[in-house]
Nanobody, 115 residues
């Protein structure tokens, strides 16, 4: 299974970005897909997750600003990030979780929020 993330970049505070992550390979079943982030010197943290059935979960720090969605037919997950803050600066990683507890990770995409 391969995960290809895209959409990162440099944006000013208050701006928006949309991340995409497409899964390919031998995918038999997906339990959930999600986004994590890791800032320099900090642990990787969950940003948002969405199950195949559409249930979502968000970190408190992004609630009301970020929206996760997915296209099951394309095995793709999206993260719409609005009202970005400098503290959102991090490398964002896509994760895929299978029903048998296997997890796969993408290489990460850099998001920098700065004026």
């Amino acid at each position: 299974v391969q995960l290809q993330a895209s959409g990162g970049g440099l944006v000013q505070p208050g701006g928006s970005l949309r991340l995409s992550c497409a899964a390919s390979g031998s995918i038999f079943s997906i339990l959930a897909m999600g986004w994590y982030r890791q800032a320099p010197g900090q642990q990787r943290e969950l940003v948002a997750r969405i199950t195949r059935g559409g249930s979502t979960a968000y970190a408190d720090s992004v609630k009301g600003r970020f929206t996760i969605s997915r296209d099951n037919a394309k095995n793709t997950v999206y993260l719409q990030m609005n009202s970005l803050k400098p503290e959102d600066t991090a490398v964002y990683y896509c994760q895929l979780l299978t029903p048998d507890a296997m997890d796969y990770w993408g290489k990460g995409t850099q998001v920098t929020v700065s004026s």
